[in-house]
């Protein structure tokens, strides 16, 4: 709810309304515009219906004619004559517009006229009410009461003065804009008495009030005046600090007010009983060339008022009680302040169509509330204020909405193009870089920058030169969360701040594209890395999909197979092989195992031609990829290795084996020389090495072709049988050979005849690199399994205190074809094959060898061999 209070827009609309607020409350303060207020105000003082109570003698042209150009100037008599007329007709007041200021000699006869019809016996009694005039308003005055003060007051002679019932001021106080609205309550005259208003003083006249009292029964109540006697108890006037009160306007003479002409009424040329019990104001009206006119507020209808109808007017307020008031300024400025506070909150919530409609609707509605207010309240509301309140505030909030609607459209076009241009692009960080610095360097005119992007290739683009200790703006690009990069821009002056929210806008919308060209730059380059990979393969590759059907397939392929691949992308790997003259067996081999296996292996054949056919299903992308190499050469190889380890065992070996039997024939004979018998013993030896490196390489081969026995085998009577077998050729170089053991022993799982093989060369060994006199010894020791039970492993011992192996040797020693040439050794004839091949057996048998050598001190090998498991 909050959020809501506080939203953008209203806080907008609050600022919006208290601005105007303070704005209006200025122009008021101040009296800006106060003459279009009032011309405004006029609109106010529509033509309304009089009481009928007030008659006005118009000295006009006809009356001008027949008594002279200047009425004050006339024969009094006339004056006279028309009291005695309007006496005769039953007036109840006459109120002279007419100042009788010069003494003439027929004064007396006026003054006998208007004391018979005040004091008339028998028939109605008529009062008179006479002008004063005051000139040189007074500003600075003290009197007990709100009042005008003159310098000057013109009085009519003293004799006519004295015989008139009130005497009032007939000035009016004219606004700014010209117009007469407010009449005087008191005046101060240059004596210091105070004497009323002309309209007050004829009104007080016309309710019988005398004079001398009048001044006591108008009581001053703050900004109230206050007529206590009269009969209706709310007769109230509203009074300014200087006693001014605005009076009201009816209409014309014309529309409003009876008019007669002075003449007529002298002449007793009038309808009987027109002045009875009414108020006879007498004054110019109608007299061209003489000249007591003012505008009245009912201007606006284009006429201006003489004077005697701005007192007939102001006499008929008095009359209908309808004195107007304006609002009280502590209201006044509650007013504006809520008007226009309030529109602006309404405002910020609407579109700009609705919100002018509103402010319409708004200030019609103002005018009507004003308008009825002034016909009941008479109370006058300003309505220049309260429109500016209600329409300023719209037309501030329309000027803010197209501002902000145009950096919005500004902003989207920016960002529309920037759009548009890195689709244009087609995902190329390297075109879409210095698009993104256009549209930055469109927002920030003679601006520098970098665009800097990371990652696995690093992009830079740089724009414009501006001095390095210019003012910067740094924008992370972020995309997905990611920081790709960043942007920098540079400018001599500092950025504003529409300036700093488009070009992160620019920065912001540009980044997602900018990943997608990485992305898409990075799937680019790995994908052409992997057709580089793939075309360039010398073996054929095959992409299958898990229903075996060809997707990719590399050059190698067709160029290996002699054929166009194209035909048979799409189609089953089979049809291919198919093609290829791979036989059915093969096919439903490899069918098989397609659909079974996940990685394989298999071999076909094409006439002459050996191939591998590797495959891997890649599960994650349900692909199958293949490679086909071309394995002919090896194959060829293969079958040339197994004819030469078959003519080694058979037509190396059979002739040697006569070699051999001849020479030992040859020793026993007696007539030999010694020297020729040394010789023999050399060929001797010869033809045994070569026997043994037959022997040994056959039973390489032997064990590489795989095939071999698994049974138990007594370890302690092999070893028995090697000591026994090994002994003769230990006594002949003086040396030690035993061994120990204990019983009963564990068999070992294994093939007897290659274990005994292994065992052999191992003891062999030991002899061979032990000099004459040592010792060899063999113990086997059960090693029991983790959980301490059944012993798991055997181990075999074979430990001699011969030569000894020196620590750079060790590692290579089970190395094929590896042998140690020390100074004690080198003489010692070996193959280098005996341990590898023993290496070769035990791993075989799933067992271990190792070696504890020091040179000098003999070496121990120790063999671990899994024990025979009885499967029940
Ligand atoms: P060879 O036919 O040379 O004996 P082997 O593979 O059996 O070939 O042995 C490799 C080398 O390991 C030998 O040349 C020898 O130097 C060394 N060697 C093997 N057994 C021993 C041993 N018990 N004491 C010292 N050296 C040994």
């Known amino acids: 709810m909050r959020g809501l209070m506080w939203s953008e827009r209203t806080q907008r609309g609050l600022s919006v309304g208290l601005m105007i607020a303070v704005l209006v409350l200025a122009m008021l303060s101040l009296g800006l515009f106060t003459s279009m207020r009032l011309t405004l105000n006029n609109l106010y003082f529509l033509p309304q219906a009089t009481s009928d109570t007030v008659v006005i003698v118009a000295i006009d042209n006809p009356s001008l004619a027949a008594y002279g150009r200047s009425p004050v100037q006339w024969s009094r008599t006339v004056y006279a004559d028309l009291i005695t007329q309007l006496n005769a007709d039953g007036a109840r007041v006459v109120a002279f517009d007419v100042l009788f200021a010069e003494p003439t000699p027929e004064d007396a006869v006026l003054v006998e006229a208007i004391q018979a019809a005040r004091f008339n016996p028998d028939g109605p009694r008529t009062r008179t009410v006479m002008p004063l005039d005051g000139t040189q308003l007074l500003l600075d005055i003290s009197t007990e009461r709100p009042a005008l003060a003159y310098r000057q007051t013109l009085a009519p002679v003293p004799e006519l003065a004295a015989v008139a019932d009130q005497l009032g001021y007939i000035n009016t106080v004219v606004d700014v804009d010209g117009a007469v609205r407010r009449a005087p309550s008191f005046m101060q005259a240059s004596d210091g008495a105070l004497h009323l208003g002309f309209s007050l003083a004829t009104y007080l006249t016309y309710s019988g009030i005398p004079a001398a009292v009048a001044p006591t029964l108008l009581e001053n109540e703050g900004a109230q005046l206050r007529i206590t006697p009269d009969l209706t108890p709310d007769r109230v006037l509203y ?94 400025v509650g007013l504006v302040i809520v008007l226009a506070v309030g529109a602006g909150l309404l405002y910020a919530h609407l579109r700009w169509y609705w919100m002018l409609a509103t402010a319409l609707g708004l200030i019609l509605l103002y005018s009507v509330v004003a308008f009825v207010v002034f016909d009941t309240q008479q109370m006058i509301l300003n309505l220049l204020y309260g429109w500016s309140a209600l329409g300023l505030t719209a ?102 701040p529409r300036q700093r929210r488009l070009v992160a806008a620019i920065v912001q919308g540009a980044a997602p594209h900018l990943e997608n060209a990485q992305l898409y730059e990075q799937a680019q380059h790995q994908n052409r890395l992997l057709e580089g990979i793939l075309t360039g393969a010398p073996s054929g590759v095959l992409v299958l999909d898990t229903e075996r059907c060809i997707r990719h397939m590399n050059d190698s392929v067709g160029y290996e197979f002699e054929t166009s691949a194209l035909p048979y992308i799409g189609q089953r790997i089979e049809h291919l092989l198919a093609a290829l003259h791979v036989d059915d067996d093969q096919r439903a081999r490899l069918i098989t195992a397609f659909q079974t296996e996940t990685v394989f292996r298999e071999e076909i054949r094409q006439g002459a031609r050996v191939y591998y056919l590797d495959a891997v299903l890649l599960a994650d992308i349900a692909r199958w990829v293949v490679i086909i190499s071309n394995v002919t050469s090896l194959a060829q190889l293969n079958m040339l290795k197994t004819r030469l380890l078959r003519m080694l065992s058979h037509d190396l070996k059979n002739p040697l084996g006569s070699i051999m039997g001849f020479i030992e024939i040859l020793q026993d004979d007696a007539a030999l020389s010694p020297q020729s018998q040394r010789f023999l013993g050399n060929m001797n030896g010869a033809a045994e090495h070569m026997l043994e490196i037959i022997n040994n390489i056959l039973d390489m081969e032997q064990l590489s072709a795989g095939k071999r026995d698994h049974a138990p085998v007594e370890m302690d009577d092999l070893l028995a049988q090697l000591i026994a077998r090994y002994e003769p050729e230990a006594e002949q170089n003086a040396q030690q050979l035993g061994g120990d053991w204990p019983t009963p022993l564990p068999p070992v799982a294994g093939d007897g005849r290659m274990l005994r093989q292994a065992f052999s060369n191992l003891v062999g060994n030991a002899l061979k690199y032990t000099p004459a006199g040592g010792r060899v010894r063999l113990h086997i020791q059960p090693q029991s399994s983790a959980d301490g039970a059944q ?82």
């Open 239 to 332: 009074v300014d600090e200087r006693g001014l009160w605005q009076h009201n306007y009816f209409g014309t003479s014309n529309d409003a007010f009876t008019v007669v002409s002075l003449r007529d009424v002298v002449q007793g040329d009038v309808v009987p009983g027109l002045f009875e019990d009414k108020i006879v104001l007498v004054g110019l009206l109608d007299a061209t060339g003489l000249v007591d006119r003012y505008n009245a507020p009912l201007a606006l209808q284009g006429q201006s008022l003489s004077g005697v109808e701005i007192h007939a007017n102001a006499i008929e307020t008095l009359i209908q009680q309808k004195p107007l008031r304006g609002v009280d300024p502590g209201a006044e």
């Open 395 to 496: 037309l501030l909030m329309l000027g803010m909405n197209i501002t902000l609607e145009r950096s919005q459209r500004e902003r989207a076009e920016i960002l529309l193009h920037s759009v548009q241009a890195a689709a244009r692009q087609r995902l190329s960080v390297q075109n879409m870089l210095p698009h993104l610095s256009e549209d930055i360097a469109r927002i920030v005119p003679h601006s520098a920058g970098t665009i800097q992007l990371d990652g696995i290739e690093p992009h830079a683009y740089t724009w414009g030169t501006v001095p390095s200790a210019a003012p910067a703006l740094m924008i992370p690009l972020v995309a997905s969360g990611q920081t790709l990069g960043r942007v920098t821009v540079q400018t001599r002056a500092r950025l504003l």
């Open 791 to 872: 012993p798991a492993m055997l181990r075999v011992v074979i430990e001699d205190n011969g030569y000894g192996i020196p620590r750079e040797a060790q590692d290579k020693l089970f190395t094929q074809f590896y042998r140690v040439r020390t100074a004690q050794t080198k003489h010692i004839r070996g193959t280098g094959l005996g341990l590898s091949l023993v290496k070769a057996i035990i791993d075989e048998h799933e067992g271990r060898i190792w070696v504890e050598s020091a040179e000098g001190q003999g070496s121990t090998f120790f063999v671990e061999l899994p024990i025979w498991q009885v499967v029940d």
